[in-house]
């Protein structure tokens, strides 16, 4: 069954164009506040420039009116190309300061693009963007003050104009974190899933493949000489394959209808939200299917047996799974001791056997020590999302050990 995705916000629903026609707005509320400044914003420090005809005030108003209009046209482009709208608004500013007007505005559309850089480009590019700007507001009080102005009142506007700087770069920045934080976790989500999909893969076939290769080979060196146990054998690997089958048959079904839910299993879920299609209940059946290969599992049940949560069973059984698997396929011994300890917070896992290293006879065994595939790095994962602990190595005394620890 299909997934419905959950509708994205409101702001990612909005198509490229109405952020388009949001950055012309604004371009056109920038010439607004332009023309109503050199309008209406003469002082004795910013006196009416000497360019504007006083004898024609229709032309000067039109005049205003371009300028103001020509000098707000790069703010249409602030969105695609932030970098060069900051180039140009900063030289307007200068040239407003030459003309005696009063820079303020330009001032507070570079804190805007400061916040707009600081979102979408690196974090060095977003800090240089901010000290150019007061670098060169601290130049433009320089040329223009003349010691009209007290120390103090320069300290009180450098800070004021500091902290809108601030201000911008950290909502811009905080912007790219939560951006770059979900598209993080939006990878370790499909890592995850992939990696619990092989997980998941492996230790359903390879147990399964072993037993067969196994079999088949058994049923290979003696279908001539002893056509009843070749037979046998070959039930064996048809009635192995047909529970793979099925199973493989089932994990597909579930992964299609399993909504997929993030990767949460160090909390106590489920990896995947995967449904547990075995777990320890189907021990007697791994014991009879490695019996036909020709190991033994002596079975150890310490503790009361009780119901344990699904997580817990099914990496339980996974990992005692192929530890019996490698025991098979690599130690060289018909024996192999298995160990379920149920204590009140933890389940204890231990697998042990006395192999004398791998043997090679025929197809039956594969080639190459415990632990040169994926087997134990994909128990270690599974036991680390459990929040448990594994250790897996050589005995001293001779074969292999798998011990595992899992909180319940």
């Given at each position: 069954?299909?997934?419905?995705?959950?509708?994205?916000?409101?702001?990612?629903?909005?198509p490229?164009?109405?952020?388009?026609?949001?950055?012309?707005?604004?371009?056109?509320?920038?010439?607004?506040?332009?023309?109503?400044?050199v309008?209406?914003?003469?002082?004795?420090?910013?006196?009416?420039p000497?360019?504007q005809?006083?004898?024609?005030?229709?032309?000067?108003?039109?005049?205003?009116?371009?300028?103001?209009?020509?000098?707000?046209?790069p703010?249409?482009?602030?969105?695609?190309?932030?970098?060069?709208?900051?180039?140009?608004?900063?030289?307007?500013?200068?040239?407003?300061?030459?003309?005696?007007?009063?820079?303020?505005?330009?001032?507070?559309?570079?804190?805007?693009?400061?916040?707009?850089?600081?979102?979408?480009?690196?974090?060095?590019?977003?800090?240089?963007a901010g000290?150019?700007?007061?670098?060169?507001?601290?130049?433009?009080?320089?040329?223009?003050d003349?010691?009209?102005?007290?120390?103090s009142?320069?300290?009180?506007?450098?800070?004021?104009?500091?902290?809108?700087?601030?201000?911008?770069?950290?909502?811009?920045?905080?912007?790219?974190?939560?951006?770059?934080?979900?598209?993080?976790?939006?990878?370790?989500?499909?890592?995850?899933?992939?990696?619990?999909?092989?997980?998941?893969?492996?230790?359903?076939?390879?147990?399964?493949?072993?037993?067969?290769?196994?079999?088949?080979?058994?049923?290979s060196?003696?279908?001539?000489?002893?056509?009843?146990?070749?037979?046998?054998?070959?039930?064996?690997?048809?009635t192995?394959?047909?529970?793979?089958?099925?199973?493989?048959?089932?994990?597909?079904?579930?992964?299609?209808?399993?909504?997929?839910?993030p990767?949460?299993?160090?909390?106590g879920?489920?990896?995947?939200?995967?449904p547990s299609?075995?777990?320890?209940?189907?021990?007697?059946?791994?014991?009879?299917?490695?019996a036909?290969?020709?190991?033994?599992l002596?079975?150890?049940?310490?503790g009361?047996?009780?119901?344990?949560?699904?997580?817990?069973?099914?990496?339980?059984?996974?990992?005692?799974?192929?530890?019996?698997?490698?025991?098979?396929?690599?130690?060289?011994?018909?024996?192999?001791?298995?160990?379920?300890?149920?204590?009140?917070?933890?389940?204890v896992?231990?697998?042990?056997?006395?192999?004398?290293?791998?043997?090679?006879?025929?197809?039956?065994?594969?080639?190459?020590?415990?632990?040169?595939?994926?087997?134990?790095?994909?128990?270690?994962?599974?036991?680390?999302?459990?929040?448990?602990?594994?250790?897996?190595?050589?005995?001293?005394?001779?074969?292999?050990?798998?011990?595992?620890?899992?909180?319940?």
């Open positions: 069954m299909d997934q419905v995705m959950p509708r994205p916000p409101w702001l990612r629903r909005l490229s164009g109405v952020w388009t026609a949001t950055a012309w707005c604004a371009a056109a509320l920038f010439a607004v506040v332009l023309f109503a400044v309008l209406f914003g003469t002082t004795a420090y910013h006196p009416t000497p360019w005809p006083h004898d024609a005030p229709l032309l000067g108003l039109a005049l205003q009116a371009a300028m103001a209009l020509v000098m707000a046209l703010i249409g482009w602030a969105g695609r190309r932030p970098l060069p709208v900051f180039g140009v608004v900063l030289a307007e500013s200068v040239a407003a300061q030459v003309l005696t007007a009063r820079t303020w505005p330009f001032f507070l559309v570079m804190d805007c693009l400061v916040g707009h850089i600081a979102a979408t480009r690196p974090r060095r590019t977003a800090l240089a000290a150019v700007e007061l670098a060169a507001w601290i130049c433009q009080w320089m040329a223009v003349q010691g009209r102005n007290t120390f009142d320069f300290l009180s506007m450098l800070s004021a104009l500091a902290l809108t700087i601030a201000i911008a770069w950290l909502i811009g920045n905080s912007i790219r974190q939560q951006r770059d934080y979900g598209e993080a976790m939006r990878a370790h989500t499909v890592t995850a899933e992939r990696l619990r999909i092989a997980r998941e893969v492996h230790d359903m076939v390879a147990h399964s493949i072993g037993a067969i290769a196994i079999q088949a080979g058994a049923a060196l003696v279908i001539d000489t002893q056509p009843a146990r070749a037979r046998s054998a070959l039930t064996a690997i048809e192995t394959s047909r529970e793979t089958l099925a199973e493989l048959r089932r994990m597909l079904v579930s992964l299609r209808q399993a909504p997929a839910l990767a949460t299993a160090s909390h879920n489920r990896p995947g939200g995967l299609t075995t777990g320890l209940e189907a021990i007697d059946r791994l014991a009879e299917t490695t036909d290969a020709g190991v033994r002596d079975m150890q049940w310490l009361e047996r009780r119901p344990l949560p699904p997580e817990v069973d099914l990496a339980a059984f996974r990992i005692i799974q192929e530890s019996v698997t490698n025991a098979v396929r690599h130690s060289g011994s018909d024996r192999c001791r298995v160990s379920v300890e149920y204590r009140d917070d933890e389940l896992l231990e697998i042990v056997d006395e192999g004398r290293g791998p043997v090679r006879t025929g197809a039956t065994r594969a080639p190459g020590a415990p632990g040169t595939g994926y087997g134990i790095a994909g128990m270690r994962e599974r036991v680390g999302l459990l929040n448990g602990r594994f250790s897996a190595g050589a005995r001293p005394e001779g074969g292999f050990r798998v011990a595992a620890r899992l909180p319940v």
